[in-house]
């Protein structure tokens, strides 16, 4: 059994390749650059750890993390073209180094790459690992069109806002199930039964969310120094998070007048102004309350899973490194 | 058996449902749209003819039909995003008429669908199926990536133009190898052997070329009465053809200056002049003879499949039709 940094170090070893052919490079030197700019590896990990729950780590595991990583490269790419991003992770994105038509087609055959590398399994489990696949895949482009369909809400009345519930969902369609598809496919893949699997899938779903809180709890009232770079991102790019979300719901009718105006116009202090509601509205207790909430949800199945609780240590390690980190 | 008619009638009442669900309707509305706006179903009908080319149709085959139509329409929706196309078919096309970043997930989406079709095979064919679609797919976007990147050259000198040699291969990436695949996937299903799969494949691929040059030569010297449409279309958008690659590399010094300049501006007497060069270069004719190469090609691969000859007609039916078509 590893921790999640060795199983990082062991996954990126194995990541670290060529992973198209050489030509035509117009098209492969796109795919292979956004793999090359870095990223946390988080699911393809968790994919590994999964396994480790259960079994140690069955060979086919590794092809299925790829795939993972690269289905998660190829929505990265097809994003950014959506959100018009000019960087990420401070380097140039796919379309803005190679321009938008080859960025997609990139993300396209990096897709069709995902799958050959789940092509490589044992066909005992293929049809079950497409089946989770294809599902979580689905799930991932639905709450990315909802995010899109919200981002063009106004919020200025109560009838035209987003609910936190629907918000809820389009962040569990976005980013919390592939998080626990990410497990559940590793514990499949290491010989776990139906039950572990299913406890395993709502541990990943209710941390996909806590972390997700955390995320967005961090961006408006993190520590500058440990945040590592200026707060107030999402409220100066106006993004809907968790925290406006709430605001929104429990907001009296002047704060909410002031919200939309804020939102509006770019003044100088909007970042502040918007944070004093925040905090007015108590939205930095709800979030620490919230998150508290799915993580123990994540817990509660965690415990359910019926493995030795050594081999959870790793598991509880890394909701400890998601929830509770500073940056 | 059944004629290639008749097979599309078949395939017309399976593939004419609703393909998605309900919700997010802003997503799954976008990739019915083009599901609905027709077309002629010609891959999954040549994947049916693979299949009865060796045997009654296995229920199996039905699926994967379905995965090649919604794939083709997949890489529909992405060409003309890139191709920055406001039409398709007379009527608009889904990103112009549902905005390019819904159009960009309702392909992703689409795409994913397609190998969930896949997925409902039975497990003995899967992963055989798999490798080549997966195969195709990643031809498929190296064709278009290849067009792209020869839409961009000049060919003004030499040097810098598409010799024929790469512009076939990318026709064959592009257009050919899915007509094969499709037909070698029926095949497949059947239960046939792997050397008639081979010969019925490369049958496809060369039909494919001599699909794509008649094309090219109608819309150059088609029939305007039978073509259905102005001819010259190819010759005012700029596009490359094989009749314009094979003229670059006969043409005088005069005769290319000549096209170099007619294809830098828009004259009204544009079409009629590169018409003229075409004709002094004897591209007409070179261009049936290129066809007929193919064709004869094609139909070599497919007196080698050892079946009844019986067997093969409506795959001599549908290669007449392709090729002697006046639209």
Redesign the interface.
Known sequence: MHSFQELSKIFEDKFNIQHFPA??D??YNAAQYILGIGGKRIRPVMCLMGNELVNDINPDTYHVATAIELFHNFTLI?DD??DKAPLRRGMETVHAKFG???A??A???M???A??NI?KIK?DH??KV??LF?KT??QV??G???D??FAQRSFGDKEGSVSFDAYLNMIVLKTSVALAASLQVGAMLGGSGEGNQHHLYEFGKNLGIAFQVQDDYLDAFGDPDKFGKQTGGDIISNKKTFLLIHTLEVASVAQRTSLTKLFENDNPDKVEKVLQIYKDCHVDQWANKLKEKYLQNALFHLEEIAVLSARKKPMEELSEYLINREK
Chains 1, 2 share one sequence.
């Open positions: 030509q035509p117009t098209l097809h073209i959506m938008e038509a080859t997609l087609l993300g396209d055959v897709l069709v790459y799958y050959e092509n066909v293929l049809q497409l089946k294809n895949a689905t482009c639905e990315q069109q909802l899109m369909d």
